[in-house]
DNA sequence: ACAAAAGTGTTCGCTATACACCCATGG
DNA sequence: CCATGGGTGTATAGCGAACACTTTTGT
């Protein structure tokens, strides 16, 4: 902790970079750049870039997200700091530091490329092709966080528009899980956790064309989920 | 992602911080080094230091450790990325960005100053005056991490020698969560669960000095717990 | 004989699961 | 009147908390 010379070691890099998920027809999306320059020109990345020398990297983040992907309405993300990347050799140009985050966006809108990024575009999960740099394993390291934080965080909430009905919030985790809730203990359980969902007096509205009008929610105040609300038990789950 | 000048920007340097806990006579403690210089001359703070150009974050951490400390046989080390602390102004100096670690050591040799520690100590946890930077809020958010990562991981077992009874992990969780635990149905729990620890055959030892000899374990090969072993509720539990 | 610590057995209440059933709406 | 999705009720199995009890050692 000592050593005032700021230019006394090859200078790091220090950047960030973002796995976006929202939800589209019932599926899981990332939000993906298409690289206009060398290394990997051409390849599909996940959004980032350098953090300035005045914000944090959580500001950097937002900053980034907006400029190379034209998302503008950036006041509903969710942002999560997953973990830092640091091995050497990362970034083929240079030591590049990055820290990874996680984010989720309820309502997409459509994505376009701006600054460094030739395009910008939502992809379903699962479909994208190799990725640039390392960002492969940032994706799936962030999708499994996700994916664990939803049994005993209220973060589901994040992915719904400001009112919603109990169905679409089962909807979301179904498809974070890609499994199957029973809706009765569905209902139950979110209802049975104080904070995590409150009521919408007198609203309703119909969601599937046909059926019953659904009442509608809000998310509550709380953020952790006691008791958790755990995924049908495959036995042999991975670490 | 562009910007092949390394030296455009102002430079950051990556610090990693070490927040090293050991059990010594029931109690938690915490690894602690005097600080040498300004800023905070004087004042105690946690491990750590700067990442040389050839290493990762991980590596500069085992590497600061046993220099600042003097704890050569780190090899029962458990590390743990925690967070990355980016805020300007962390650093009065100038742009610091910091990976932070949780580490856990089973049976910890004293430690003495070194390199840029003007000394190095076990303390017990809580004890800690403030420290430099912002390590007190590090210190909070690692202690928080691996109460929580007890509840769902075999992590208990770093805290214990290769050989441990049940006994000796029971007071492991106990100290950690600051509860007392019921030993019977700790007993199940972990015996219930594959993998967390494996009899060691025939072995059996004393542990206060009365009472029957008990069974030795060892690790076993999992990693993490299905089912979770929760601590004792406490209603309104925060985030 | 007693204290202390390990280990076993048993009861009881809760909750998660599974599934049956009723309600409201559009075609 | 039927299909579709929302919402309520209920029986049952399994698990966890609580606690009584046995075993083995040192003093």
New binding site residues.
Partial sequence: MDGYDKYAHEPFAVTVDLAVFTLRDAALHVLLVERGQEPYAGRWALPGGFVQPDESAETAARRELAEETGLSDVSGLHLEQLRTYSEPGRDPRMRVVSVAFAALLPDAPEAHGGSDAADARWVPHGTAGPLAFDHDRILADAHDRVGAKFEYTCLATAFCPPEF????L?QVYETVWGTEL????F???V??TPGFVEAVPGA?R??????????LYRAGTATALH?PL?R??REGRPA
């Fill in positions: 009905t109990l169905g679409e089962q029973d809706r009765p203990n209902r139950r359980k209802l049975a309703a119909l969601t599937g064309g046909r059926g019953k009008p659904a009442a008791p755990l049908p038990t």
